[in-house]
T-cell receptor, first 114, second 114 residues
Framework: QQPVQSPQAVILREGEDAVINCSSS?????VHWYRQKHGEAPVFLMI?????EQKGHEKISASFNEKKQQSSLYLTASQLSYSGTYFC???????????????FGQGTILTVHP | NAGVTQTPKFQVLKTGQSMTLQCAQD?????MYWYRQDPGMGLRLIYY???????DKGEVPNGYNVSRLNKREFSLRLESAAPSQTSVYFC?????????????FGPGTRLTVL
Protein backbone atom coordinates (compact mmCIF):
# COMPACT_ATOMS: atom_id res chain seq x y z
CA GLN A 1 0.00 0.00 0.00
CA GLN A 2 1.12 3.49 -0.86
CA PRO A 3 2.36 5.61 2.06
CA VAL A 4 0.41 8.81 2.63
CA GLN A 5 2.18 12.16 2.55
CA SER A 6 1.02 15.39 4.12
CA PRO A 7 0.58 18.15 3.34
CA GLN A 8 -0.07 17.79 -0.39
CA ALA A 9 1.40 21.22 -1.02
CA VAL A 10 3.13 23.95 0.93
CA ILE A 11 4.17 27.48 0.04
CA LEU A 12 7.00 29.20 1.88
CA ARG A 13 9.02 32.39 1.77
CA GLU A 14 12.80 32.07 1.81
CA GLY A 15 14.08 31.43 5.30
CA GLU A 16 10.89 29.79 6.56
CA ASP A 17 10.68 26.20 7.82
CA ALA A 18 8.52 23.29 6.71
CA VAL A 19 7.78 19.72 7.76
CA ILE A 20 6.66 17.00 5.36
CA ASN A 21 5.17 13.84 6.81
CA CYS A 22 4.99 10.28 5.49
CA SER A 23 2.76 7.68 7.09
CA SER A 24 2.40 3.97 6.35
CA SER A 25 -0.13 1.34 7.39
CA UNK A 26 2.62 -1.30 7.42
CA UNK A 27 5.59 -1.88 9.68
CA UNK A 28 8.57 -0.35 7.91
CA UNK A 29 12.16 -1.41 7.47
CA UNK A 30 13.29 1.86 5.96
CA VAL A 31 12.02 5.19 4.61
CA HIS A 32 13.64 6.94 1.67
CA TRP A 33 13.26 10.61 0.69
CA TYR A 34 13.70 12.05 -2.81
CA ARG A 35 13.21 15.49 -4.35
CA GLN A 36 12.15 16.04 -7.95
CA LYS A 37 12.24 19.33 -9.82
CA HIS A 38 9.83 19.89 -12.67
CA GLY A 39 10.83 17.96 -15.78
CA GLU A 40 13.77 16.28 -14.08
CA ALA A 41 14.55 12.95 -12.46
CA PRO A 42 14.15 12.36 -8.72
CA VAL A 43 17.27 12.99 -6.64
CA PHE A 44 18.15 11.16 -3.43
CA LEU A 45 17.99 13.03 -0.12
CA MET A 46 18.05 10.54 2.73
CA ILE A 47 17.41 7.00 3.95
CA UNK A 48 16.23 6.28 7.49
CA UNK A 49 16.52 2.69 8.63
CA UNK A 50 14.87 0.75 11.38
CA UNK A 51 17.17 0.92 14.36
CA UNK A 52 18.20 4.53 13.84
CA GLU A 53 20.79 4.49 11.06
CA GLN A 54 20.58 7.31 8.53
CA LYS A 55 22.22 7.81 5.14
CA GLY A 56 22.19 11.10 3.31
CA HIS A 57 24.36 13.74 1.72
CA GLU A 58 22.37 16.92 2.04
CA LYS A 59 21.93 19.30 4.93
CA ILE A 60 18.40 18.09 5.48
CA SER A 61 17.18 16.40 8.63
CA ALA A 62 14.53 13.75 9.06
CA SER A 63 13.09 11.45 11.66
CA PHE A 64 11.65 7.94 11.63
CA ASN A 65 9.22 6.74 14.28
CA GLU A 66 9.17 2.96 13.82
CA LYS A 67 6.30 2.38 16.25
CA LYS A 68 4.03 4.89 14.53
CA GLN A 69 5.28 3.88 11.05
CA GLN A 70 5.87 7.54 10.29
CA SER A 71 8.69 9.66 8.97
CA SER A 72 9.07 13.42 8.81
CA LEU A 73 11.37 15.54 6.67
CA TYR A 74 12.44 18.88 8.18
CA LEU A 75 13.34 21.72 5.83
CA THR A 76 14.78 24.62 7.81
CA ALA A 77 15.75 28.08 6.62
CA SER A 78 14.38 27.23 3.19
CA GLN A 79 16.10 28.39 0.02
CA LEU A 80 14.71 28.91 -3.47
CA SER A 81 16.53 25.74 -4.54
CA TYR A 82 14.39 23.67 -2.14
CA SER A 83 11.38 24.08 -4.44
CA GLY A 84 10.19 20.84 -6.01
CA THR A 85 8.13 17.76 -5.26
CA TYR A 86 9.22 15.61 -2.33
CA PHE A 87 8.52 11.89 -2.31
CA CYS A 88 8.87 9.38 0.44
CA UNK A 89 9.42 5.73 -0.43
CA UNK A 90 8.81 2.94 2.02
CA UNK A 91 10.32 -0.53 2.29
CA UNK A 92 8.28 -2.87 4.45
CA UNK A 93 10.39 -5.98 4.11
CA UNK A 94 14.03 -6.32 5.11
CA UNK A 95 14.96 -7.30 1.60
CA UNK A 96 13.06 -10.16 0.15
CA UNK A 97 14.87 -10.09 -3.14
CA UNK A 98 15.68 -6.39 -3.10
CA UNK A 99 16.31 -3.61 -0.62
CA UNK A 100 15.17 -1.16 -3.28
CA UNK A 101 11.64 -2.40 -3.84
CA UNK A 102 10.13 0.88 -2.71
CA UNK A 103 6.53 2.03 -2.60
CA PHE A 104 6.36 5.79 -3.08
CA GLY A 105 3.89 8.29 -1.70
CA GLN A 106 1.97 10.66 -3.94
CA GLY A 107 4.35 13.55 -3.32
CA THR A 108 4.34 16.95 -1.58
CA ILE A 109 4.78 20.05 -3.73
CA LEU A 110 7.00 22.63 -2.05
CA THR A 111 7.20 26.16 -3.45
CA VAL A 112 9.64 28.68 -2.02
CA HIS A 113 9.18 32.34 -2.92
CA PRO A 114 11.75 35.14 -2.53
CA ASN B 1 30.77 8.54 -15.55
CA ALA B 2 27.53 8.96 -17.45
CA GLY B 3 25.47 7.54 -14.55
CA VAL B 4 22.12 6.16 -15.73
CA THR B 5 21.21 6.74 -19.37
CA GLN B 6 17.87 6.12 -21.06
CA THR B 7 16.81 6.06 -24.69
CA PRO B 8 14.71 7.41 -26.26
CA LYS B 9 13.87 10.66 -24.43
CA PHE B 10 10.52 11.05 -26.18
CA GLN B 11 8.32 8.60 -28.08
CA VAL B 12 4.86 8.67 -29.62
CA LEU B 13 3.19 5.35 -30.41
CA LYS B 14 -0.12 4.29 -31.84
CA THR B 15 -2.27 1.83 -29.94
CA GLY B 16 -1.05 -1.70 -30.57
CA GLN B 17 2.50 -0.79 -31.55
CA SER B 18 5.45 -2.22 -29.66
CA MET B 19 8.65 -0.65 -28.47
CA THR B 20 11.60 -1.19 -26.15
CA LEU B 21 12.93 1.38 -23.70
CA GLN B 22 16.65 1.07 -23.09
CA CYS B 23 18.50 1.75 -19.84
CA ALA B 24 22.18 1.47 -19.01
CA GLN B 25 24.30 2.30 -15.97
CA ASP B 26 28.06 2.54 -15.62
CA UNK B 27 28.32 2.48 -11.81
CA UNK B 28 28.63 -1.30 -11.40
CA UNK B 29 25.33 -1.43 -9.54
CA UNK B 30 23.69 -4.78 -8.86
CA UNK B 31 20.05 -3.63 -8.82
CA MET B 32 18.08 -1.88 -11.52
CA TYR B 33 14.46 -0.69 -11.60
CA TRP B 34 11.79 0.56 -13.97
CA TYR B 35 9.20 3.06 -12.68
CA ARG B 36 6.35 4.91 -14.29
CA GLN B 37 5.21 8.32 -13.12
CA ASP B 38 1.73 9.66 -13.74
CA PRO B 39 0.42 13.04 -12.50
CA GLY B 40 -0.57 12.86 -8.84
CA MET B 41 0.45 9.20 -8.56
CA GLY B 42 4.08 9.42 -7.57
CA LEU B 43 6.46 6.74 -8.80
CA ARG B 44 5.20 3.21 -9.27
CA LEU B 45 7.53 0.25 -9.66
CA ILE B 46 6.95 -1.82 -12.80
CA TYR B 47 9.75 -4.40 -12.65
CA TYR B 48 13.09 -4.71 -10.96
CA UNK B 49 16.25 -6.77 -11.18
CA UNK B 50 18.25 -7.45 -8.04
CA UNK B 51 21.15 -8.97 -9.94
CA UNK B 52 22.22 -9.95 -13.42
CA UNK B 53 19.99 -12.73 -14.68
CA UNK B 54 17.08 -12.12 -12.29
CA UNK B 55 13.93 -10.05 -12.70
CA ASP B 56 10.80 -9.67 -10.62
CA LYS B 57 7.45 -7.93 -10.79
CA GLY B 58 6.76 -4.68 -9.04
CA GLU B 59 3.48 -2.95 -8.32
CA VAL B 60 2.22 -2.46 -11.92
CA PRO B 61 3.77 -5.11 -14.23
CA ASN B 62 0.80 -5.83 -16.52
CA GLY B 63 1.49 -4.97 -20.17
CA TYR B 64 5.27 -4.90 -19.75
CA ASN B 65 8.21 -7.25 -20.04
CA VAL B 66 11.83 -6.72 -19.05
CA SER B 67 15.26 -8.11 -19.84
CA ARG B 68 18.40 -7.76 -17.75
CA LEU B 69 20.77 -8.14 -20.66
CA ASN B 70 23.90 -7.91 -18.54
CA LYS B 71 24.97 -6.08 -15.39
CA ARG B 72 24.84 -2.70 -17.15
CA GLU B 73 21.64 -2.89 -19.17
CA PHE B 74 17.96 -3.32 -18.26
CA SER B 75 15.33 -2.92 -20.96
CA LEU B 76 11.55 -2.48 -20.73
CA ARG B 77 9.31 -3.71 -23.54
CA LEU B 78 5.74 -2.77 -24.35
CA GLU B 79 4.41 -5.52 -26.59
CA SER B 80 1.11 -3.87 -27.53
CA ALA B 81 0.93 -0.28 -26.35
CA ALA B 82 -2.30 1.10 -24.87
CA PRO B 83 -3.29 4.72 -24.10
CA SER B 84 -3.18 3.82 -20.38
CA GLN B 85 0.58 3.37 -20.78
CA THR B 86 1.05 7.04 -21.59
CA SER B 87 3.45 8.13 -18.86
CA VAL B 88 6.97 9.15 -17.97
CA TYR B 89 9.23 6.14 -17.49
CA PHE B 90 12.27 6.26 -15.23
CA CYS B 91 15.03 3.73 -14.90
CA UNK B 92 17.06 3.64 -11.70
CA UNK B 93 19.97 1.70 -10.29
CA UNK B 94 21.63 1.16 -6.94
CA UNK B 95 24.21 -0.92 -5.14
CA UNK B 96 22.15 -2.56 -2.40
CA UNK B 97 23.65 -5.99 -1.98
CA UNK B 98 24.14 -5.36 1.73
CA UNK B 99 21.31 -2.96 2.53
CA UNK B 100 19.19 -0.07 1.27
CA UNK B 101 21.09 2.58 -0.64
CA UNK B 102 20.67 5.65 -2.80
CA UNK B 103 18.91 5.04 -6.12
CA UNK B 104 20.25 6.93 -9.12
CA PHE B 105 17.64 7.81 -11.71
CA GLY B 106 17.96 8.27 -15.44
CA PRO B 107 16.52 11.37 -17.18
CA GLY B 108 13.29 9.61 -18.15
CA THR B 109 11.40 8.68 -21.32
CA ARG B 110 8.20 10.57 -22.08
CA LEU B 111 5.85 8.17 -23.85
CA THR B 112 2.55 9.06 -25.46
CA VAL B 113 0.25 6.36 -26.81
CA LEU B 114 -2.45 7.60 -29.16
Amino acid sequence: QQPVQSPQAVILREGEDAVINCSSSKALYSVHWYRQKHGEAPVFLMILLKGGEQKGHEKISASFNEKKQQSSLYLTASQLSYSGTYFCGSLDNAGGTSYGKLTFGQGTILTVHP
Amino acid sequence: NAGVTQTPKFQVLKTGQSMTLQCAQDMNHNSMYWYRQDPGMGLRLIYYSASEGTTDKGEVPNGYNVSRLNKREFSLRLESAAPSQTSVYFCASTFDASGPNEQFFGPGTRLTVL
